[in-house]
């Protein structure tokens, strides 16, 4: 239950902010645009995955992929076995108009092996002022 000292400042704010959410031409800026990684999959420590997965990562902005350490590719979202980066695809999904969804496409991963997707802290999405800001890291098991 809320106390009358917080109760009435949270109706003061409640109230101001449904007058001005009908009001035109008031624009909200949030001013954190930092990118998020909303999905990753394989998921971490994810194990039986078939050996032909696709690597898919969604991201809370669209994203570009091209050379350079803020656009998608194969220096900033990969696939590693042992310490050793695998020759993969980088592209963005047909499916997703935004896109905010990135695939790796894999071939024929060794039955019980340990992979490590990588999606570096240097990424940027179209929109966003911020990268991601830490490399992300999921280990998953193909199965047997």
Sequence with gaps: MLSKTTAIPCCIVLAACLACAGCEGVDFVREDRSLELLFLSP???EKGVPPDVDVVAVFSDGMT?????????????????EGETLDSVVELSDLDPENATAIIRLWDLE???EYTVVVKGTVKGTDTTDPL?????NTFTVAD
């Design 111 to 113: 039955a019980g092996g």
């Design 43 to 45: 998921s971490n420590l």
């Design 65 to 81: 992929t091209g050379e350079g350490d803020e656009n998608l590719n194969e220096r900033t979202f990969f696939v590693q076995e």
């Design 133 to 137: 800001g830490i490399d992300v890291q």
